[in-house]
T-cell receptor, first 115, second 111 residues
């Protein structure tokens, strides 16, 4: 069965520091991969996605992620954290590519930004 | 475009009561889905639909029913509410580039 593992339920970084949120997945076929952000009491907003093509994908708000097939990883990074980045981040996979079986989500990482 | 809308925003039910969570989208997306979000669990797929008249079960379908009579609407029915169904429910629709657009959520408490 497919699964998504996000390492660290809470990650704390200083404002201006590098943000690195880790995501590993298991899938028997090339997956489609997503990162979503959720601000308190709101729905989920798509940050970026990987479907095919270039393995380094850029998203909104300065975030980017790299698909590494050999490591089954899709880590999210941002060079310089801003206070407004404090939120819950979810990695998700559609394990059958564009199939109809929905998204499998990781359990989320709460990003804390220290002033 | 309003995107994906959900009503109500909040709901309190007693055990055994039934209710319908409404979801609508105005993006003409064929694919729609329902998720529940519980602390420390991420989001889990309840039911999904690939078009009007077609629905299927996700990871946690028990206790929920869905139907899809139009492209725009995808209601979720709780047949007999249980405390284990206390959760935040999100409806989503999927675009042609496979990104999913989420509604603002319905926070449900079952006492």
């Amino acid at each position: 069965a497919q699964s998504v593992t996000q390492l660290g339920s809470h990650v704390s970084v200083s404002e201006g520091a590098l943000v690195l949120l880790r995501c590993n997945y298991s899938s028997s076929v090339p997956p489609y991969l997503f990162w979503y952000v959720q601000y308190p009491n709101q729905g989920l907003q798509l940050l970026l996605k990987y479907t095919t093509g270039a393995t380094l994908v850029k998203g909104i708000n300065g975030f980017e992620a790299e698909f590494k097939k050999s490591e089954t990883s899709f880590h999210l990074t941002k060079p310089s954290a801003h206070m407004s980045d404090a939120a819950e981040y979810f990695c998700a996979v559609n394990p059958s590519g564009g199939g109809a079986d929905g998204l499998t989500f990781g359990k989320g990482t709460h990003l804390i930004i220290q002033p | 475009n309003a995107g994906v809308t959900q009503t109500p925003k909040f709901q309190v039910l007693k055990t055994g009561q039934s209710m319908t969570l409404q979801c609508a989208q105005d993006m003409n997306h064929e694919y729609m889905s329902w998720y529940r979000q519980d602390p420390g669990m991420g989001l889990r797929l309840i039911h999904y639909s690939v078009g009007a008249g077609i629905t299927d079960q996700g990871e946690v379908p028990n206790g929920y029913n869905v139907s899809r009579s139009t492209t725009e609407d995808f209601p979720l029915r709780l047949l007999s509410a249980a405390p284990s169904q206390t959760s935040v429910y999100f409806c989503a629709s999927r675009g042609v580039r496979y990104e999913q657009y989420f509604g603002p959520g319905t926070r449900l408490t079952v006492t």
